[in-house]
């Protein structure tokens, strides 16, 4: 037809989940081994193999990170120093950060104040904003 447009439609974009909070409760080893794996399915993806853990030489409580490969990315949860942790979830599809969010607030006891942050990404998006690197 004369005049007419094609509409293309986009799926949802990748999102580049992060969290930076207070907590008040610091998880175990053993209990961020079960949190990495129920908090990837809990959003919808699939773990692929174990929680790796990684401490500070010597080990303190603070400087310990999880990391939870799944078949979209990875999740990974760093302690910082005391109160302080950081959460990435960084994958290739859209999930539902406010489900991971309420599941982090409750097993950390998070305080009433944290900072997150939701980063759309992908392909897609590169082509429809025109965004073109060039390297020299």
Same mark, same amino acid.
């Given at each position: 037809?004369?005049?007419?447009?094609?509409?293309?439609?986009?799926?949802?974009?990748?999102?580049?989940?992060?969290?930076?909070?207070? $907590? =008040?409760?610091?998880?175990?080893?053993?209990?961020?081994?079960?949190?990495? +794996? $129920?908090?990837? /399915?809990?959003v919808?993806? =699939?773990?692929?193999? +174990?929680?790796?853990?990684?401490?500070?030489?010597?080990?303190? +409580?603070?400087?310990?990170?999880?990391?939870?490969?799944?078949?979209?990315?990875?999740l990974?949860? #760093? $302690?910082?120093?005391p +109160?302080?942790?950081?959460?990435?979830?960084?994958?290739? *599809?859209?999930?539902?950060?406010?489900?991971? *969010?309420?599941?982090?607030?409750? #097993?950390?006891?998070? *305080?009433?104040?944290?900072?997150?942050?939701?980063?759309?990404?992908?392909?897609?998006?590169?082509? /429809?904003?025109?965004?073109?690197? =060039? #390297?020299?």
């Amino acid at each position: 037809a004369v005049g007419a447009t094609r509409e293309v439609a986009m799926s949802k974009p990748y999102l580049h989940w992060l969290c930076d909070a207070e $907590y =008040t409760r610091q998880l175990t080893a053993h209990e961020l081994r079960e949190l990495m +794996p $129920y908090l990837a /399915r809990m959003v919808g993806m =699939t773990p692929v193999g +174990p929680v790796l853990l990684c401490f500070q030489d010597p080990p303190h +409580p603070w400087g310990l990170s999880a990391f939870q490969p799944v078949a979209e990315s990875h999740l990974s949860l #760093h $302690y910082m120093e005391p +109160p302080n942790c950081a959460v990435d979830v960084f994958v290739c *599809r859209s999930f539902p950060a406010d489900v991971a *969010r309420r599941i982090l607030l409750q #097993h950390f006891q998070i *305080r009433e104040s944290y900072w997150e942050q939701s980063l759309e990404r992908g392909p897609e998006l590169a082509e /429809r904003d025109a965004i073109i690197g =060039t #390297h020299h």
